[in-house]
């Protein structure tokens, strides 16, 4: 059960936006395909969709070859970033459409439909037309217009792109509940790590049309294969050949062993955490994470000079496994 | 909203000229049509109106611009389709030679169509002074009306919301029906009032076409006649009759447009 | 894509150009053919006679001044649309669009009727030496009648879409109205107003109910191109005919072609 993707390709002209690319998802799970723009994984999921034909390649969906299956036969729900909302017609009319054009009895559909209603908090606002609804209340209409007919899989294109910071956050949280309890497949498209990685069981990580990496969100985040895993989803230090987060940049006081001299150039308050902005005698220039209750035991102030080095850090080899290094523990 | 005329006195003389322009051009002229057209009293209007020409030729017009409307409503969603949604060698030439009929003078429309559809028919079909005639001059006239409204409401449609759809299991007619044409049908219905109005009091094509039989002598057409004939009254009252019929539809399809635009954004 | 759906695809298409095809542009065809059938020499000494010649020229004056009347109109009234208040914008805009709604033969009439003898403005205007109808006049006037709306249509939403804030900015800097208009206003609906020109000039050029019943047809003197077309085919000169109607077409044409561009230049 679950999808197979395997060795799909597409082009758009010269461009490859899909270079054979196979991966593997679960029955149930919620996975996210995260990337910049241009990487493909819009084209890859309208391609599971049947919105796009790929030129190569096999789309297995709950073990059915679906490759040349019409978009209206593979039973998925999709769901757009601008909502596609129907709006010449009610939000009860929306929700209902799969279900009225499949001829079910009425009964059966405002039944359904209620259900749905229920489901997404939308109740009350049935009669109304998607234009006197606020962006989030048009997303989650969109979503159980898509569930309405029970489809195998739920594919989600940047589904809270258009929509407001604290919004966007909202309805993280309520995606995430919301498949708790209805169990389908679900895979969504953002270039948001932070989003990917709040709300996906497994995240796939793609870049120029190829898959750089797939895993649970901690895997990503403490065993990144490649640079652009590592840059990509989250904040990284570059020194030389070494890849650093920012809150594994230790500060000291005073000279220690593997140590190197550098200049606070600037400290920033963000809240909770400190940004503690470095300059090295080379000009190179670093930026450090932690805590403000530990910046301010150590006294930092702008233009102090002070002593750092990484806990832990990565090193890519061109052509082997990434390694990491580790001070020994203090 | 700040006003490029010097203050007050400039939009106040600037309403003055576009009132006295209009007046004169426009109003002043139709005023002195409706006072004719009544200057005999009611009864003598109503007598215009029901003289056997005068109902023929408005029967006629009236029968004539209603299967020309319905005929370019498919006809020219067909088209416009054809011109957004379709692409083959030649459709940006196509797309331009809609407006010929806008162009050119109404008589040479009539001249245009009787070469190939008249007495010297190269392929055999004449419809001179005959009421196919007179439909064919009107279809013509009217053609680019409904392809101008619908094509770039076309242009605009969200596809997404026809992907939503297909996603949802609805079939291209499915989507058709139910998605695509509902939000076309404020501009068809537009055009479809153009078309109307315009056909309705058509006449250049026709001067040719229709020979000066009264089976097929349209409204237009009669009120020429009766004017060379001196009978000025009798032509003012029919031709406020088709004025206000023509007012009477374009408000009533501008009522209707208005509110299947009610959900819009 | 399913086999059902590229069949309904080119039968569409197909519909579409036969409609085309047997409706316009084999009819247009027909009227290059007919009007070379006795060779160019003969349609061209047809459409240079001196009534011919004079029938153009008439046309194409006519047009000119209507043309140009109406887009100063056209403009300033768009201007007051846009960026004044006043109560009866409704008025105002039913009026402009008017002429859509009204047969030219009625157009012809109402003028006819008022610059009559019997007329409320013809007595007067005849007894002072004022000739209107059945002179240049009263052609002129029918021909403004009919081709009013179009470059206030077009200017209107222009002017809307480019709001006042470059015209508010021009003011702050110390620019009268004229120059603000001259200078910013202007610049800015130049494709909107040539757009405007252009339908305006198409519809001026091809003017022919009202301007029949207005001018009294006097060949040589009152007869535009389109009554001339008329006159050679009533007298089965038909070459003549022909040929003024291919010239007309070809204006047509070269309109088209104006419009195409000028359409694309507002797009944009």
Redesign the interface.
């Known amino acids: 059960m679950g999808i197979s993707i395997e060795g799909v390709s597409k082009k758009f002209g010269d461009f490859v936006a899909l270079d054979e690319v196979s991966i593997e998802v679960p029955d149930g799970a919620l996975t996210a395909l995260l990337g910049p723009s241009g990487s493909g994984k819009s084209t890859l999921l309208r391609v599971i969709a049947g919105l796009e034909q790929p030129d190569g390649g096999r789309v297995v969906i709950s073990d059915r070859d679906t490759t040349d299956v019409s978009v209206q036969d593979r039973g998925v729900g999709f769901v757009f970033q601008h909502y596609a909302a129907f709006k010449h017609m009610t939000v009860l009319d929306n929700i209902a459409f799969g279900l009225t054009i499949r001829k079910r009895p009425k009964q059966e559909i405002e039944k359904r439909v209620q259900e749905l209603v229920r489901l997404v908090h939308l109740e009350g606002f049935t009669d109304r037309y998607p234009s006197q609804l606020s962006g989030g209340q048009r997303q989650r209409m969109a979503l159980a217009r898509a569930l309405a007919v029970e489809p195998k899989v739920l594919l989600l294109d940047e589904p809270f792109g258009a929509l407001d910071a604290n919004v966007r956050k909202e309805l993280r949280v309520w995606l995430r509940r919301l498949h708790d309890e209805v169990h389908v497949t679900t895979i969504f498209v953002t270039h948001d790590q932070e989003e990917a990685m709040d709300v996906a069981e497994q995240i796939v990580v793609m870049n120029e049309g190829r898959i750089e990496q797939t895993g649970a969100p901690r895997d990503l985040y403490d065993h990144p294969k490649t640079e652009f895993v590592m840059g990509f989803v989250g904040p990284v230090n570059r020194r030389g050949a070494l890849f650093i987060r920012p809150h594994d940049l230790e500060i000291l006081a005073a000279p220690a062993l593997e140590a190197e001299e550098a200049m606070i150039e600037r400290m920033v308050h963000l809240g909770f955490e400190a940004r503690v902005e470095l300059l090295l005698p080379d000009g190179e220039q670093l930026w450090a994470q932690m805590t403000l209750a530990e910046a301010e035991l150590m006294e930092l102030r702008d233009g102090q000079i002070v002593y750092v080095r990484p806990r832990r850090a990565k090193v890519f080899e061109p052509n082997g496994e990434p390694s990491t290094q580790e001070l020994a523990a203090a | 909203m700040v006003a490029p005329l010097p203050r007050l006195g400039g939009a106040a003389l600037g309403r003055g000229l576009v009132t006295a322009y209009l007046s004169l051009i426009v109003l002043i002229p139709i005023a002195a049509l409706v006072a004719k057209s009544t200057e005999g009293g009611l009864g003598e209007f109503w007598d215009s109106l029901t003289s056997p020409l005068a109902v023929s030729a408005l029967k006629l017009t009236l029968i004539a611009s209603v299967i020309v409307t319905l005929v370019n409503v498919i006809a020219g969603t067909a088209i416009a389709w054809v011109l957004v949604r379709d692409s083959f060698p030649g459709k940006r030439i196509l797309n331009s030679v809609i407006d010929l009929p806008f162009a050119l003078p109404t008589v040479v429309a009539g001249i245009t169509l009787l070469a190939l559809y008249g007495t010297d028919s190269p392929v055999g079909i004449n419809v001179a002074f005959t009421r196919a005639g007179v439909v064919l001059a009107l279809l013509f006239v009217t053609l680019p009306f409904v392809v101008r409204a619908v094509q770039p409401v076309l242009l605009e449609l969200d596809r997404e919301m026809e992907e939503a759809a297909a996603s949802l299991g609805a079939g291209p007619l499915t989507t058709f029906r139910r998605i695509i044409l509902p939000n076309l049908t404020p501009a068809i219905l537009a055009g479809a009032a153009l078309a109307f109005a315009r056909a309705i009091g058509e006449f250049g094509s026709l001067v040719l076409l229709s020979g000066n039989l009264p089976r097929t002598q349209v409204s237009s057409l009669f009120i020429f006649s009766q004017i060379e004939s001196g009978n000025t009254s009798g032509a003012a009252a029919v031709s406020v009759t088709l004025l206000v019929i023509a007012l009477v539809v374009l408000l009533l399809i501008g009522r209707l447009t208005h509110w299947s635009l009610r959900h819009a954004r | 894509m399913?086999a059902s759906?590229t069949a309904?695809?080119l039968g569409?298409?197909f519909?579409?150009?036969g409609?085309?095809s047997m409706?316009?542009?084999?009819?247009?065809g027909?009227?290059f053919?007919?009007a070379f059938e006795h060779g160019a020499g003969a349609a061209w000494d047809a459409v240079t006679t001196p009534e011919a010649l004079h029938a153009f020229y008439l046309t194409i004056l006519i047009a000119a001044i209507a043309v140009s009347a109406n887009t100063i109109?056209g403009v300033?009234?768009a201007?007051?649309v846009v960026?004044?208040?006043?109560r009866g914008k409704a008025l105002?805009n039913a009026?402009?669009?008017?002429?859509?709604?009204?047969?030219?033969?009625?157009?012809?009439?109402?003028?006819?009727?008022?610059y009559g003898r019997e007329?409320?403005?013809g007595g007067w205007l005849l007894d002072n030496g004022f000739q209107i109808l059945f002179s240049l006049p009263g052609m002129v006037?029918a021909t403004?009648?009919v081709s009013?709306p179009f470059v206030v249509r077009e200017v209107v939403p222009v002017l809307h879409e480019i709001g006042?804030e470059q015209?508010?900015a021009a003011?702050t800097l110390g620019a009268?109205?004229w120059q603000?208009?001259w200078r910013i206003?202007l610049p800015a609906i130049r494709w909107g107003v040539a757009y405007g020109v252009v339908l305006a000039t198409?519809?001026a050029?091809?003017?022919?109910?009202a301007v029949?019943?207005v001018s009294g047809r006097v060949t040589g003197e009152t007869e535009t191109?389109?009554?001339w077309?008329?006159r050679e085919?009533g007298q089965f000169n038909l070459t003549g005919?022909?040929s003024a109607?291919l010239v007309?077409?070809m204006l047509?044409?070269g309109?088209?072609?104006a419009?195409?561009a000028f359409r694309r230049k507002e797009a944009a």
């Open positions: 399913p759906r309904s695809r569409l298409r519909f579409a150009l409609y085309l409706l316009l542009l084999i009819p247009v027909m009227i053919y007919r109109f300033g009234c201007l007051l960026r004044t208040k006043f105002l009026a402009i669009d008017l002429p859509f709604a009204i047969s030219p033969v009625v157009i012809g009439l109402s003028l006819y009727l008022l007329g409320w403005f006037l403004i009648f009013l006042d015209e508010q003011h009268n109205w603000t208009f206003t198409a519809r050029l091809g003017e022919f109910g029949a019943i191109a389109p009554l077309v008329w085919f005919a022909y109607s007309l077409a047509a044409i309109t088209l072609l419009m195409n």
